[in-house]
């Protein structure tokens, strides 16, 4: 995996992709609606749970007969591995599920669950974000030695994710493996809470958006000057941004 460089340190991973940049560019215009719009949501989610199974899972020598009848050695991943992907309703819906289904091509079916957390934004009478409410649960287990994948497009302010950690962590028999988060856009401020966080999380992304940040600080590398980047605006929606995905994605606007 092809990683572009940033100063944001090494539990972050931005994909240094090129079709993947072009469709996530195409995603974040005005003129693309349903249904282009999941499908490219299904093949940037494709690309992005693949290279981060590739960088993170384990793997194992395999060796297995061809119809040639001759051995052949390869490594390939280990389809013991136990991973979870949880449905973020309801921006994570889709994309949650594009991980599921990938996830069976590589490991064993009794290895692989799906669970649900309803989530919503809690806002003031400013539409400024204070936290997150979790609503609902439907969690099939426990965690422990599993890989837990957040597939949310948008990684906005961290709330959403943070509050999901800290509810397998405290709820949820353990301990995990690692948790992973599969964000299509991140902001410098998201990065600083999920960063500081648990150690065990690694984040994977394909753009970070900084445009509220003056300047020169546009002008400078990834995460340089951190502490003055700036990706959200007063009511903390993303900038640049790909707009409300939560609604484009459902098509209902709520």
């Given amino acids: 995996m092809t990683e572009l460089k940033h100063h ?8 240094d992709d090129l079709f993947s940049q072009s469709l996530l ?8 609606q349903q249904p282009e719009m999941n499908r490219i949501v299904q093949q940037l989610y494709t690309n992005l749970v693949m290279n981060a199974t590739n960088q993170i899972f384990p793997k194992i020598k395999s060796t297995k007969k061809t119809r040639m009848n001759a051995d052949l050695e390869s490594d390939i991943i280990d389809p013991a ?6 449905n973020l309703a309801r921006a994570g819906t889709f994309p949650s599920h594009i991980c599921y289904e990938f996830l069976h091509w590589i490991l064993k079916p009794d290895n692989i669950r799906q669970d649900h957390i309803f989530a919503a934004r809690m806002t003031d009478q400013k539409n400024t974000v204070t936290g ?15 890989f837990v994948l957040f597939p949310d497009p948008m990684g906005a302010t961290g709330g959403t ?13 353990g301990p995990v493996k690692q948790f ?4 299509l856009i991140v902001t410098p401020e998201y990065l600083k809470k999920i960063l500081n966080g ?5 984040v994977f992304a394909l ?10 600080v546009l002008k400078s590398p990834l995460g340089l000057y951190w502490d003055q980047e700036k990706g959200l605006n007063d009511k903390q929606y993303i900038i640049p941004g790909a707009g409300g995905l939560g609604e484009l994605l459902n098509n209902s606007f709520v």
């Fill in 8 to 15: 944001y340190g090494e539990r972050f991973h931005l994909i």
């Fill in 25 to 32: 560019t195409k995603l974040c215009i005005s003129e693309t």
């Fill in 81 to 86: 591995t136990k991973a979870i992907t949880v």
């Fill in 132 to 146: 997150t409410h979790l609503g609902s649960y439907k969690i099939g287990g426990e965690i422990t030695n599993s």
């Fill in 161 to 173: 994710i943070e509050s999901a950690i800290e509810y397998y962590q405290k709820e949820i028999k």
């Fill in 180 to 183: 992973v988060a599969l964000h």
């Fill in 198 to 202: 648990p150690k065990n999380i690694q």
């Fill in 207 to 216: 753009r970070v958006d900084r445009g509220m940040s003056e300047s020169h």
